[in-house]
């Protein structure tokens, strides 16, 4: 579904990605680990159009995507959900959800779109009728990514969504993730929290210094003696 293939990105004359390649399946749960400002979250706004790259291919369902502007990329199929989640904390739950749903004209599509979305996340129906700024950090993270598939996207990208969480909604999160991407949602993560990626991904990228440095099923990586070192601080095993 995704193959980007040697790719190059930073800000203007600051060089970040230096020849990244990475390929997600049809129906894959995959992350993208490393420590903070190796480039995890520039990769994810090239892909998403956000930002333009200097090199290297995007391919998306077979089309190059690199460059393309972020609005036609998601029409494409693919939900960019930032880690700020940019929610409008001013309006319900369920206007926020309806705006996730702005590339679809079928009103019947998107009810039925959003009962779905209720569906998988109980807690967001309970407060439809809610301001999103008065929700809870992990009730806020749910919403945003409920907002990014109610465009019923192919390829979901989630930018670290720990971000900020007490370590029980950190839980919430994570379980919702696993629970959309058991329906068969393809999934790209964003995570720094590498213990509980691991737990919840089929395979996982290491990034570090704007290089892809690891790759491999989730299980292989958490056994590996550099990713226990560096980031489960397990130590060999």
């Not at 190059?64 to 880690?83: K, P, Q």
């Not at 569906?119 to 309970?126: D, G, I, Q, S, W």
């Amino acid at each position: 579904m995704l193959d980007v293939q040697n790719l190059y990105a930073g800000y203007g004359r600051l060089p970040v990605l230096n020849d990244v390649s990475i390929r997600v399946e049809k129906g894959e749960f995959v992350a993208l680990i490393g420590p903070n400002g190796v480039g995890k979250t520039t990769l994810m706004r090239a892909i998403s159009g956000v930002l333009a790259p200097s090199a290297g291919t995007i391919g998306f369902l077979g089309r190059d995507i690199a460059g393309m502007d972020a609005y036609r990329v998601n029409r494409l199929g693919l939900s960019f959900i930032t880690e700020s989640g940019d929610l409008f904390a001013g309006m319900k739950v369920s206007e926020n959800l309806n705006l996730g749903a702005y590339t679809i004209r079928d009103k019947a599509r998107i009810k039925q779109q959003r009962e779905k979305i209720y569906a998988l996340f109980p807690r967001l129906a309970e407060r439809q009728a809610q301001l999103a700024g008065t929700l809870s950090g992990g009730e806020r993270k749910m919403l945003s990514i409920a907002r990014g598939l109610m465009c019923d996207p192919r390829l979901v990208m989630v930018d670290e969504p720990s971000g900020g969480l007490a370590p029980n909604l950190v839980l919430d999160v994570f379980k919702s993730l696993k629970r959309l991407s058991n329906t068969g949602v393809t999934i790209l993560l964003v995570e720094q929290n590498v213990n509980s990626t691991l737990k919840i991904v089929d395979r996982a990228y290491v990034l570090e210094q704007g290089r892809i440095v690891l790759e491999g099923p989730a299980g292989e990586l958490s056994r590996d003696t550099h990713v226990r070192n560096s980031y489960l601080g397990l130590g060999a095993a």
